[in-house]
């Protein structure tokens, strides 16, 4: 089995600066250009699944002969505040509940949640215990709602500068095999890996256990230009491992987002393939 090629969608307007290749007005109309473009899947930004009917999604990307390579959640952080690790339980306990809404479209379109920046930050004085225990607590209640209806559950290391103690590839490994659940995965990301990890091939190896979803973006969020980053070391780890799940485009949609898109599949076709 070879590995399955998506990009980042959102289907509303955002500032260019968000790392999310293929945008449109619905995500019937990403759809329509992933298949066209030859992508396996694509990759929805989902603030609030009350927005929008599971069966209908489904039935687009059955149209378009396409999966649905993850349920990203970094939008309800960004435009709503809601964060596993805030202050108020209040709003902790209504992400984990968002959160279990994603995991039932997630269901839906067999797919998997992906949690990065819905993760929160760190408050002042708070210590990186301290972190690590609120966010415990906060997965192991989505985690146990991810195990009762089979949804994967993966999480994503953030660099140094966007976010908080789980940094590096090992020091997010760690956290999720103290839960010992096969449906808590990870998300490995080049962006937060150059930064991170000085090995990055070792570092991928680290996760190989847990890898469903491999994110491939150069430094500043862009695509690849093989200046910055031997991504090519990267694509040999995975093909040696025979890594067959997902490697998604995540890059700002530059010089336009068709360009983007198109570029980025041709990469990996040629650096992953």
Same mark, same amino acid.
């Given at each position: 089995?070879?590995?399955?090629?998506?990009?980042c969608?959102?289907d509303?307007?955002?500032?260019?600066?968000?790392?999310?290749?293929?945008r449109?007005?619905?995500y019937?109309?990403?759809?329509?250009?992933?298949?066209?473009l030859?992508?396996?899947?694509?990759?929805?930004?989902?603030?609030?699944?009350?927005?929008?009917?599971?069966?209908?999604?489904?039935?687009?990307?059955?149209?378009?002969?396409?999966?649905?390579?993850?349920?990203?959640?970094?939008?309800?952080?960004?435009?709503?505040?809601?964060?596993?690790?805030?202050?108020?339980?209040?709003?902790?306990?209504?992400?984990?509940?968002?959160?279990?809404?994603?995991?039932?479209?997630a269901?839906?379109?067999?797919?998997?949640?992906?949690?990065?920046?819905?993760?929160?930050?760190?408050?002042?004085?708070?210590?990186?215990?301290?972190?690590?225990?609120?966010?415990?607590?906060?997965?192991?209640r989505?985690?146990? +709602?991810?195990?009762e209806?089979?949804? =994967?559950? %993966?999480?994503?290391? @953030?660099? !140094?500068?966007? $976010?908080?103690?789980?940094?590096?590839?090992?020091?997010?490994?760690?956290?999720?095999?103290?839960?010992?659940?096969d449906?808590?995965?990870?998300?490995?990301?080049? +962006?937060?890996?150059?930064?991170?990890? =000085?090995? %990055?091939?070792?570092? @991928?190896? !680290?996760?190989? $256990?847990?890898?469903?979803?491999?994110?491939?973006?150069?430094?500043?969020r862009?695509?690849?230009d093989?200046?910055?980053?031997?991504?090519?070391?990267?694509?040999?780890?995975?093909k040696?491992?025979?890594?067959?799940?997902?490697?998604?485009?995540?890059?700002k949609?530059?010089?336009?987002?068709?360009q983007?898109?198109?570029?980025?599949?041709?990469?990996?076709?040629?650096?992953?393939?």
């Amino acid at each position: 089995m070879a590995m399955k090629f998506s990009v980042c969608t959102v289907d509303r307007p955002l500032e260019a600066v968000s790392p999310f290749p293929l945008r449109g007005t619905s995500y019937e109309e990403c759809a329509i250009v992933a298949e066209n473009l030859g992508y396996d899947g694509i990759e929805l930004q989902i603030q609030d699944p009350a927005q929008y009917n599971p069966k209908e999604l489904k039935a687009t990307l059955d149209r378009h002969n396409l999966g649905c390579s993850a349920i990203t959640t970094g939008l309800a952080y960004l435009y709503e505040g809601m964060s596993m690790t805030h202050p108020d339980k209040k709003v902790r306990m209504a992400t984990v509940e968002r959160l279990h809404r994603q995991l039932d479209l997630a269901k839906e379109l067999n797919s998997q949640v992906l949690v990065g920046y819905l993760r929160g930050r760190k408050q002042p004085g708070m210590s990186d215990e301290e972190f690590e225990d609120i966010l415990t607590d906060s997965v192991a209640r989505t985690l146990e +709602y991810a195990v009762e209806i089979q949804c =994967p559950f %993966v999480m994503e290391q @953030i660099n !140094r500068n966007d $976010g908080d103690v789980f940094c590096s590839t090992e020091r997010t490994m760690t956290f999720l095999e103290k839960f010992n659940c096969d449906l808590l995965l990870y998300n490995g990301d080049t +962006y937060h890996m150059i930064t991170e990890d =000085p090995d %990055v091939p070792g570092a @991928i190896r !680290r996760s190989l $256990g847990k890898l469903v979803l491999f994110h491939v973006s150069d430094t500043g969020r862009l695509l690849p230009d093989d200046k910055h980053f031997n991504f090519h070391e990267a694509a040999k780890v995975l093909k040696e491992a025979n890594y067959d799940k997902w490697v998604s485009i995540e890059a700002k949609p530059w010089p336009t987002s068709y360009q983007c898109s198109r570029t980025g599949l041709n990469y990996l076709r040629r650096v992953f393939g």
